[in-house]
């Protein structure tokens, strides 16, 4: 996971990729007890979405090096959350979470995305999200 993302410490919350194929990812994310996030001891649900926008940057990433790009994660920009639904007000911290993020279109820099994230519990997140990664160079 180092190498996919440009985030660090507590703003990484991706853990692992569990599996992809060049349109949808498959990945584990969780947020430590320590941090920021969380508030009172739970993790505000919104922050779901920025673990599909994580997901969605790892893809891209894999994509790239599977395409012969060998450069480091190029800085990308949600910029579209459409028909989110966040199925709770809030997850608890340190549990492994499963985020599912499939391409479903494309247009040159500006990609979105199928996005779900659940928790042992159920469901937490539902919706689209966009992106904008700009070209290398």
């Not at 926008?53 to 800085?75: K, V, Y």
């Not at 199925?87 to 979470?97: G, I």
């Not at 994230?117 to 919706?127: N, R």
Request: net charge neutral.
């Amino acid at each position: 996971m180092i190498d996919l993302l440009p985030h660090e410490g507590p703003a990484r919350l991706l853990v692992r990729v569990v599996d992809s194929s060049p349109d949808s990812i498959v990945a584990e994310a969780a947020v430590e007890r320590t941090a920021p996030y969380v508030i009172d001891g739970a993790v505000p649900s919104y922050v779901a979405l920025e673990m599909a926008a994580q997901a969605a940057a790892a893809l891209e990433a894999i994509e790239s090096r599977r395409q012969g790009d060998g450069s480091a994660p190029r800085t990308g920009f949600l910029v579209r959350a459409r028909r989110v639904r966040l199925e709770a007000a809030e997850f608890a911290p340190a549990r492994p979470l499963r985020v599912t993020v499939q391409r479903i279109a494309r247009a040159g820099p500006l990609h979105t995305y199928r996005a779900r994230v659940s928790s042992p519990d159920g469901p937490l997140l539902d919706g689209e999200l966009s992106t904008f990664v700009p070209e290398a160079g």
